[in-house]
């Protein structure tokens, strides 16, 4: 099963799920149950040591100043 990324619509929750193939539509929000859910197209990291993809900062959700170390 892939694992899929979704932010929610209606309270922001940002959560991974493990989904069947073509059964998106029954995810709901972990948060507030919601269904009104966008699927996002995650970064992975590929190969060893530091290396990796990073996100853009309209990604973070962890600082308002868009600052912090996930940002950059």
């Not at 966008?38 to 973070?60: D, E, H, M, P, V």
């Amino acid at each position: 099963m892939p694992l899929y990324e979704f932010i929610c619509k209606g309270c922001g929750k940002r959560f991974e799920a493990l989904v069947r193939l073509g059964q998106e539509k029954s995810v709901g929000c972990e948060s507030c149950g919601s269904k009104n859910l966008q699927k996002l197209f995650s970064a992975f990291g590929i190969g060893g040591g530091g290396s990796r993809i990073k996100t853009s900062a309209a990604g973070c959700s962890s600082c308002s100043s868009k600052s912090c170390a996930t940002c950059k």
